[in-house]
């Protein structure tokens, strides 16, 4: 997925744990992704199964997300990763 939503740290961490649910996203085997942050940086990521990691990193053109598993909800993890106050 490409998103140009701009999040913080902490809405990257929440959306990091609910990928958890399996019932929600199915089974998730690995996410990775950079997602634009208010000041002009990106906030990069990398998830597995109830471990994460978030750190800053170097600008990208536009937000890229990517999920990797089995029975995965695609429109699910797609409401996951859009900001409800657009």
């Known amino acids: 997925m490409e998103t ?3 999040y ?3 809405e990257v961490e929440e959306i990091l744990k609910k990928l958890d649910d399996q ?3 199915g089974y ?3 996410s990775k992704g950079m997602l634009p942050a ?6 990069h990521f990398d998830y ?4 994460s990691e978030v750190r800053s990193g170097s600008a990208e053109v536009t ?3 990517c999920v990797i598993g089995s029975d995965l909800k695609e429109d699910a993890l797609k409401a996951l990763f859009t900001r409800s106050d657009k």
């Not at 208010?38 to 906030?43: A, E, K, P, Q, R």
């Open 48 to 51: 597995v199964p109830e471990e």
């Open 23 to 25: 019932a929600t996203y």
């Open 8 to 10: 913080t740290r902490e």
């Open 4 to 6: 140009p939503d701009v």
């Open 63 to 65: 937000g890229k997300i």
């Open 28 to 30: 998730i085997l690995r």
């Open 38 to 43: 208010g000041d002009g940086s990106f906030i």
